[in-house]
């Protein structure tokens, strides 16, 4: 049975739904108004192989921001909805991403308890439309709502542009191992007998 869950948001700022299949293929259709934040998700979905529909209309003409974080709260609450009582699942995914001269790590815990460990800085203030520093706005946005414990860490890197993909496709993996099946556990892996 594929985990799948819609979620919507709409405030005086932005109007956003995203649709995730957990289970999927990679395949994806998103549309944010800010082309380099399309890349960057569709990156992450497809290399989590997750099948990803964005659709967001925000004030862009003010900035970014409202949009890339709100497309993050939308996210997150579909991830946790899909993701249900986590029972059966690994819990745990980890991946230590190259892309040609950066590194990236990513741990993620799908706890219940979120948290958002960033250490990241680019060279560059904007990558295309996006600013930079919207970036941690967004993966704090994902990991509180989505109730997880995340950790993304550029090890090296030069290239502002190589150095964000490889943290969207890092987490796409991590967040990819933390959601898949378990055969020998049945229920939450936990000791609390909940997540």
């Known amino acids: 049975m594929e ?52 659709r967001a209309e ?3 003409h003010v900035d970014c921001h409202h949009t890339v974080e709100d497309v993050g709260i939308v996210l997150g609450t579909a991830i946790l909805k899909a993701v249900g009582d986590k029972a059966g699942i690994k ?6 991403l190259p892309m040609d001269e950066s590194l990236v790590l990513c741990a993620v815990d799908l706890s219940g308890r979120p948290y958002l460990n960033y250490d990241a800085s680019f060279p560059t203030e904007r990558i295309g439309t996006l600013d930079t520093e919207m970036i941690r706005e967004f993966f704090y946005a994902v990991s509180y709502t989505a109730m997880m414990n995340l950790h993304l860490k550029i090890l090296d890197g030069k290239n502002s542009h190589h150095m964000a993909e490889a943290m969207f496709k890092g987490f796409g993996k991590a967040l990819d191992m933390a959601t898949m099946d378990e055969p020998r556990m049945k229920e939450a892996w936990t000791t609390k007998g909940a997540l």
Request: aromatic share 10%; hydrophobic share 35%.
């Open 3 to 54: 985990r799948t869950a819609t979620c919507k948001r709409k405030t005086k700022e932005t109007d956003i739904t995203v649709t995730i299949n957990l289970d999927g293929q990679g395949r994806n259709d998103i549309h944010t108004g800010i082309g380099f934040f399309d890349h960057m998700l569709d990156g992450f979905a497809r290399h989590g192989l997750f099948d990803l529909t964005v």
């Open 58 to 60: 925000g004030d862009i």
């Open 91 to 96: 819990r745990y995914g980890s991946f230590l």
